[in-house]
């Protein structure tokens, strides 16, 4: 029964490998940056975002395999839509969140850093990256919201890309 369940598995892994949605693996062409305040943001914002969040998306081999293709495809067109570094010629709406967002903790989110761990950053690459977004873009913190962003790094916050370990 075991070894049946097994090959009704391995069968089923091999016939979703057949789903042509998730190998999609070009990048369209870069148009223009935005004006970073610094090399280090520009090099921060590479490290931890540009993977999904610019046309500039390193494929690794595991990207090839479904159903991790699927999730992988649809997440990078996704985030692309909302903010894309690579495409500064065209309305970036979302820009003057990604200080907000990157200080919540919410990106770089968990699972991408598992897999990339260069984008886990300190909690000084983190405050750069923050401080260098708001330069760059500005920020459309609610009220008090700046207040909670600087009292959330000061407390020790250890969520995903604070640079500290989640044991």
């Known amino acids: 029964m075991i070894v049946k369940l097994l090959l009704g598995v391995l069968t089923l892994f091999l016939l979703i490998q057949l789903v042509p949605y998730g190998r ?10 935005p004006a970073w305040d610094s090399p280090q943001t520009r090099e921060l914002a590479v490290r931890a975002c540009y993977d999904c969040h610019s046309n500039e998306t390193k494929w690794l081999w595991f990207h090839n395999i479904a159903p991790i293709s699927w999730g992988v495809q649809f997440d990078v067109m996704a985030v692309r839509e909302r903010l894309n570094f690579s495409e500064w ?5 979302k820009a003057d969140e990604s200080a907000e967002v990157v200080a919540q903790g919410e990106m770089p ?7 990339h761990p260069e984008a886990n950053l300190s909690d000084a690459e983190r ?4 401080q260098g977004l ?14 909670d ?5 000061n407390s020790g916050n250890s ?8 044991d």
């Open 89 to 93: 010629d065209e309305s970036q709406s």
């Open 24 to 33: 999609d693996h070009t990048n369209p062409p870069v148009h223009m940056e």
């Open 159 to 166: 969520g995903p890309g604070s640079g500290e370990d989640d």
């Open 149 to 153: 962003i600087e009292e959330e790094n």
């Open 109 to 115: 989110p968990f699972r991408y850093v598992l897999a």
């Open 134 to 147: 708001l330069a760059t873009f500005g920020d459309d913190l609610e009220d008090g919201a700046e207040e």
């Open 127 to 130: 405050e750069a990256l923050i």
